[in-house]
């Protein structure tokens, strides 16, 4: 019999707990340090911008960590997500690999975005704060947290990098809709801001900025708090409710997959489908592959350095240990906004660094032909983003064409594409370039790490 193409759970299956790898990994990652005196962080470092909460999780080693009503009641509008089993993008390639994705694109927001700020800002309020400042690249993040603070009846600022808040006027909309405040960074309203404008008042912007300017109004304002949608250890343990959901979705058709694929921007998409999977590789003995993928324009992992760096470009940010292309990197406007950040989260950079990780890059027009692929068997336009994933699961699926291997391939629809039809627009077109970054200014910035002992 055909195996479904929708693998459907219930509300009572959503996960009651987020699952912490820092529980079971060999080693974890050194210390983040505070950018000022370049000592290990404290919790009074972060408490000025995060709550206490936020905080424990961010260090907890915990296994399991309780999700609270109040988040998985809201967590019942789009969840769980379904999870695909892509028999026409098998059929159109031939392939006999079976292919699943889990699509996070239902979301109100679009993309998985909204799984950390849920979260983020009941915690936030729970805390007694009024309102909340963040940045956002492409938008996805802003929508979510917008979204989120609306729910929750908080005030919500948004930095959007300049060059998407003209590119991505909808996303703009989209955020004010929720009843967000969204500047064009960088802007005259931060100190951080002010000073990149004096030197280049044509700067297009970019994420670190964009962080800097979040960072400085979330530390200088009392009622403020600032939240991030990527990379920190909190968020990646919230995005777990997409592979918790997956495993039990292969299990009710007795299949478990020999490759997990995501995007890899943050890495917080990856990592929340892939590691409770790893969880199984770690202390399960399970050989399974796990892929992150990212833009040759921006090749973190597999061009950057293992290194403490800054987590954006004002240097306000604490010091990381992760693969970095140096923090005031600034990447090619390639259109998946998502995926142009300098670093990675210290999770997937450690786990990466031990091995336990692959990782793939792509140039922009391969990525776009194969979410054109994808749309038309499958009937869903991904965002950019997610599109790197879909790239790798299609080279995965044609391997196996030619080998004859039937492996089981599994990879995160992190979002939809419905705000990125420009993009297609120029593909289509024949317009779309490869942009590649320059190894010149990489090896700048990469001379520009914080020297640490
Ligand atoms: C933000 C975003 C990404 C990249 O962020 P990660 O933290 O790496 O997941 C990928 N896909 C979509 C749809 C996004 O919105």
Redesign the pocket.
């Known amino acids: 019999m055909k195996e479904p193409t929708k693998i459907l759970l219930e509300e009572k299956d959503i996960p009651t707990r987020w699952y912490n790898i820092q529980a079971d990994m060999p080693n974890l990652p050194k210390p983040p340090l505070n950018p000022a005196s370049k000592k290990p962080l404290g919790p009074e470092d972060l408490s000025p911008i995060f709550p206490m909460d936020l905080i424990k999780q961010e260090v907890s080693t915990e296994r399991w960590i309780d999700i609270p009503d109040e988040v998985r009641e809201i967590y019942h509008l789009w969840r769980p997500t379904p999870l695909y089993r892509a028999h026409r993008l098998e059929k159109a390639l031939d392939t006999p690999a079976k292919i699943y994705y889990k699509y ?2 239902v979301s109100p927001a ?4 909204l799984n950390t700020s849920v979260p983020q800002v009941y915690y936030n309020k729970k805390a007694g704060i009024k309102r909340i400042a963040t940045e956002t ?2 938008g ?2 802003g929508s ?1 947290l917008s979204l989120a603070c609306r729910f929750f009846g908080l005030d919500c600022t948004v930095y959007m990098v300049k060059v998407s808040y003209h590119q991505k006027p909808y996303r703009r909309s989209f955020m004010e809709l929720f009843g967000a405040n969204v500047i064009p960074s960088p802007s005259e309203h931060t100190e951080a801001g002010r000073k990149i404008l004096a030197e280049n008042p044509d700067s297009l912007g970019s994420l670190g900025i964009a962080i800097s300017e979040a960072v400085e109004d979330a530390a200088t304002r009392e009622d403020t708090n600032y939240a991030l ?3 920190l250890n909190h ?1 990646l343990l919230h ?1 777990t409710v997409i592979g918790l959901e997956a495993k039990k979705q292969l299990e009710k058709v007795d299949s478990y997959p020999d490759v997990v694929i ?11 489908l892939s590691f409770p999977f790893l969880q199984d590789v770690l202390s399960g003995g399970r050989k399974t592959r796990v892929m992150a993928v990212e833009p040759s324009a921006c090749p973190t992992l597999t061009r950057g350095k293992f290194a403490y760096d800054y987590g954006d470009t004002a240097k306000l940010t604490p010091i990381s240990m992760m693969y970095t292309l140096g923090h005031d990197f600034v990447p090619p406007g390639i259109h ?1 906004g ?2 142009r ?1 300098h670093g990675d ?1 210290p999770l997937v950079s450690q786990l990466y660094h031990d091995g336990f990780i692959e990782a793939r890059a792509y140039p922009q027009r391969a990525v776009f032909e194969a979410a054109v692929t994808f749309a038309r068997s499958e009937g869903i336009v991904p ?1 950019p ?2 599109a790197h994933a879909v790239k790798a699961a299609l080279d995965e699926a044609v391997a196996c064409r030619e080998s004859g291997e039937a492996k089981t391939i599994l990879f995160c629809l ?3 594409g419905f705000f990125d039809l420009a993009a297609y627009d120029a593909y289509l077109a024949g317009e779309l370039e490869d942009i590649e970054y320059s190894p010149e200014l990489l090896e700048q910035s990469l001379a520009k790490l914080p020297q640490v002992e």
């Open positions: 996070e694109g679009g993309s998985h975005k690249g492409a996805q993040w979510a949608g990527s990379v968020v995005q995501g995007c890899c921007g943050g890495g917080s998409n990856f990592a929340g998946a998502g995926l950040y989260a965002a983003e997610a992190s979002g939809h």
